[in-house]
């Protein structure tokens, strides 16, 4: 972990919320949808709308969908009665694989990190990885620092093909970037919503019996069950390890973790559980089930900046970007046709690279990307740290406002199960928190409506949000939020 990073997680665990949630597994494509943007986007040529449109929305979170976990206030309890938490673990069965391979980065390190794979090597890999029947959809490049320094190169496999095409898979990787650090296989899990059932049930079982030895304890009288809230064990201290029902956790990776292509398919599950009784049989003011709700929603695209994290580290630190350097840049740019407002050059903090984000239009992507690649790294120096395309819209909160939808609905389906294992009737929705941005393990919130290009250094996996120039031209928005009900007589 090189310097700035370090910095960046002392301040991030001091200043970060941590949220813990789950997942589920319940995705569906959506009819479009229509809304009105706060502010129409300039610059870039690109035809900018006020409305947008919906491609698909997902309630709760599944392998893949979920780049980190919300900022959320810590459950809470009545302020009076008797409360006890527990936490529940299970080993079940994945019903997603991957090949995961980690490899040096072949471009060399810098002070902010290694570099990612590159443009020609992911085409190769490409190449090579459909000469095995392999679809390019199925193929991941993750240059995440949170175990560095190695980028990742993933492929998504059913469990059942895992032991025959893992190794050969692999090999081809190898053949196009030369010998991994390490490389084996990852599994994940899709279904979360059966897999924490069992999980839910025993975990208040087990509450319940910490609550009478309390309860005896103290010479108290146990009642009835007034509030119940249930969460995920948050991974405070040490590496993170991998919870795919955990959105925070569920996409870990570590090189010392992969596994041999013929381990069993399962992977390790948890869920807190926190129940309020009554003392007696005097009720408990403010009780009610107070659940955490995901969701996400894939939106059309109507704006694209070109980002590139380059490094002006110097013998004593990061360089101040000087104004002919700038100028310089933004005249190689305009005879690209692209306007001097329409760039943005900042410095980050911590020894960071600088970041250089450009107002480009969609419809000449991929090569305006190459192309505004290409002049950054003749101003700046070819050590580009990372770089690709943040696709976004003019309307982007009243995106973010539609994917509150599904992550009520997830709430509410939470919300359900946890009563019935409580043996509560599920009342009225009382109060709903939103969840705020998106927070990696090791990062502060990103919201994924900013144009503050310079948050998305600090996420992991690093430049999570950017994609690679030949991308579709579309972004999905999360939503996490804290939904109360109250309990029916």
């Not at 013929?262 to 009784?277: Q, R």
């Not at 104004?323 to 305009?334: F, G, N, Q, S």
């Not at 992507?365 to 101003?379: H, N, Q, R, T």
């Not at 994924?448 to 992991?460: D, N, R, V």
């Amino acid at each position: 972990m090189h310097a700035w990073q370090r910095l960046v997680l002392v301040i991030s665990v001091g200043l970060a919320a941590v949220l813990v949630t789950g997942c589920s597994d319940a995705k569906k494509d959506a009819a479009p949808a229509d809304g009105a943007a706060r502010e129409a986007g300039a610059g870039g040529g690109t035809q900018r709308s006020a409305t947008f449109e919906i491609l698909s929305s997902s309630i709760g979170v599944g392998v893949g969908t979920f780049t980190g976990a919300p900022v959320s206030t810590s459950i809470g309890a009545p302020a009076a009665g008797l409360t006890v938490r527990h936490s529940q673990s299970a080993t079940v069965p994945a019903d997603v694989a991957f090949v995961s391979v980690f490899v040096s980065p072949r471009g060399g390190f810098g002070p902010g990190g290694p570099q990612p794979v590159s443009p020609k090597d992911q085409a190769d890999v490409v190449t090579a990885l459909a000469a095995l029947g392999i679809a390019k959809a199925d193929i991941t490049f993750d240059a995440s620092l949170s175990y560095g320094p190695f980028a990742e190169v993933a492929v998504r496999l059913a469990v059942a093909d895992l032991k025959t095409k893992g190794q050969p898979i692999a090999d081809a990787i190898e053949k196009v970037l030369g010998r991994a650090q390490s490389s084996g296989a990852r599994f994940g899990l899709a279904g979360c919503t059966a897999a924490l059932d069992p999980l839910r049930k025993d975990g208040f079982k087990a509450a319940e019996e910490k609550a009478k030895a309390l309860a005896a304890a103290g010479g108290l009288t146990l009642g009835q069950v007034v509030a119940v809230s249930e969460g995920t064990t948050p991974n405070i201290y040490g590496p993170a390890v991998a919870d795919p029902c955990n959105p925070q956790q569920a996409n870990v990776k570590n090189p010392a973790s992969a596994l041999p292509f013929d381990s069993p398919a399962e992977v390790k599950v948890s869920l807190d559980v926190a129940v309020t009784y009554a003392l007696g049989s005097a009720g408990v003011s403010g009780g009610g089930i107070t659940v955490l709700g995901t969701g996400s929603v894939t939106a059309k695209a109507d704006e694209a900046y070109v980002v590139v994290f380059a490094d002006l580290s110097g013998p004593t630190g990061p360089r101040p970007i000087a104004a002919k350097d700038r100028d310089a840049l933004i005249a190689k740019l305009a005879t690209l046709g692209i306007k001097a407002e329409d760039v943005k050059v900042e410095s980050s903090s911590f020894g960071a690279p600088a970041v250089v984000s450009v107002d480009v239009d969609i419809a000449k992507l991929p090569k305006i990307g190459e192309d505004v690649l290409e002049a950054v790294g003749s101003v700046f120096g070819r050590n580009t740290q990372q770089q690709g395309v943040r696709f976004t819209h003019s309307a982007c909160q009243a995106v973010a406002s539609a994917a509150h939808k599904p992550a009520l609905a997830d709430a509410e389906a939470r919300a359900k199960a946890l009563a019935a294992v409580a043996g509560l009737k599920l009342g009225t929705l009382q109060s709903v928190s939103d969840g705020g941005g998106q927070l990696s393990v090791y990062g502060p919130a990103v919201d994924a409506c900013s144009k503050e290009f310079t948050q998305l250094i600090y996420g992991s996996p690093f430049g999570s949000l950017l994609k690679p120039f030949d991308s579709p031209a579309a972004f999905t928005v999360n939503s996490a939020l804290t939904a109360t009900y109250s309990v029916a007589p």
